[in-house]
C-alpha cells in the first residue's frame, strides 16, 4: 500500500543526499477506513457509510483526518528498519508531529509516500532524527504533508545516519528531486467539498466543550492493525502517541460538526507521556478540552488550543489545530 522515497544525508559527503524509495500495493481499503475510525473514536456517518460521504459530495468513503500518519509509520519503520542496526518498532518515539491537509484521503486511492530525513543529532545511544513527509495520489498531486521529530534508540556505536542500508532491504536508489510545495486547499482540482461547521458565534478565548474519550486495548489492538496488519492481534498494554494524534482529531471533529474542516494539527507530547497504559481490565480516560485561539471571520478560519489530561497529567506540551469555517 505505500511507496516511500527517503531522503539520508551521507556522513562522509557534504555534499548530494542518498535518496530510496520502498514499494508497497493496494489501495486504501474501505474495511481499514472503518477500523480506524473505531480505534479513535471518530463517529461521523462518512467513515464508515459510503452514502453518507456521497451526500457530502465524495465518491467513497473519507478517512479520518490523521489516517495519513498510519502510512508514514510504516514508511519509517520500514526504512529504518534496513538503516539502523538493532532496529526495532519499539525503539521510536514520536516527540512532536505536525499534519497539513490539502484533503481527505479516501477508500481506493492509491497513495505514495516521499519521506526525507533532514537532520540528525547523535547521542550516546539514541539519535534525534527530524522527518519531513508528503503523500501523493496517482497523480502526483500532494494531499497531506507534515514534519516530525523521532527519537531512535540505537545499539552502542550505531546511528540512523549512516545513509547505507544495514542489512537486505527493498529500498531502491532514485536521484534527488526537489521537494514539492503543499498546495493551497483552494487550489485542488476538482474542487472540494467545502465543509459543513455551525457554531454559532465564537471568540477569541471561548472554551471548547470538553469531552472525555476512553480508551480500551482492542482500540489499541485496532489501531496496530490498521498501522501493521503483519503484527495483527499484538498489544504493547499501551496507548501510543499517534493514537493520541488520532483521538484529538476525532474530538475536534465531533465539536467541529464535520472533520474534513481541520487543514492542521501539530502536536508536541509531553516528557513521559508517549505511552499511556492501558489493560483489558483498566481502559485509559483522556479529558479533552481547549480554547479559541485566532479567528479569522473574513478567511473562515479558527486555530485552537487543545488540553488533553489523563490521570492528572497533560498528553502534550502544547496541541494546536486550524479548521475552516465553510
Known sequence: MVSA???VPPVASPHGEHRFRTRGEGPIAAETIREYARAIGATDPIHRDER???????????APPTFATTVWMRAEERTLDALVPGFHSGSVVHADRTLE??????????ISCDIGFESFRHYRDYDVVSVTTLLRDDDGQVVTSGSSTLLVHTQPGTCARSGTPQ??????????Q?????????????????????????????DLPVDTVTVAA??????????????????????????????VAGYLGRWLGDPTAL?????????????????????????????????????RMVTVVVDALSKGRKLFGYATAEARLG
Open 5 to 7: 522515497s527517503l531522503d
Open 52 to 62: 453518507a460521504a456521497a451526500a457530502r459530495g465524495f465518491d467513497a468513503l473519507v
Open 101 to 110: 491537509i490539502v484533503r481527505p484521503l479516501l477508500a481506493g486511492d492509491r
Open 167 to 176: 542489512r537486505p532491504h527493498d529500498l531502491e536508489p532514485v536521484p534527488a
Open 178 to 206: 526537489r521537494r514539492l510545495r503543499t498546495p493551497q486547499r483552494d487550489r485542488i482540482q476538482p474542487p472540494l467539498p467545502r465543509p459543513i461547521v455551525d457554531l454559532g458565534p465564537l471568540a477569541v478565548g471561548a
Open 218 to 247: 482492542d482500540d489499541v489492538v485496532r489501531h496496530a492493525d490498521v498501522v501493521d496488519p503483519q503484527r495483527s492481534g499484538t498489544t504493547t498494554g499501551a496507548v501510543p502517541g499517534m493514537l493520541t494524534l488520532g483521538l
Open 263 to 299: 487543514t492542521k494539527l501539530r502536536v508536541q507530547y509531553a516528557p513521559k507521556m508517549h505511552y499511556l497504559p492501558v489493560d483489558s481490565d483498566a481502559p485509559a480516560s483522556i479529558l479533552f478540552g481547549g480554547q479559541v485561539g485566532w479567528l479569522s471571520s473574513r478567511r
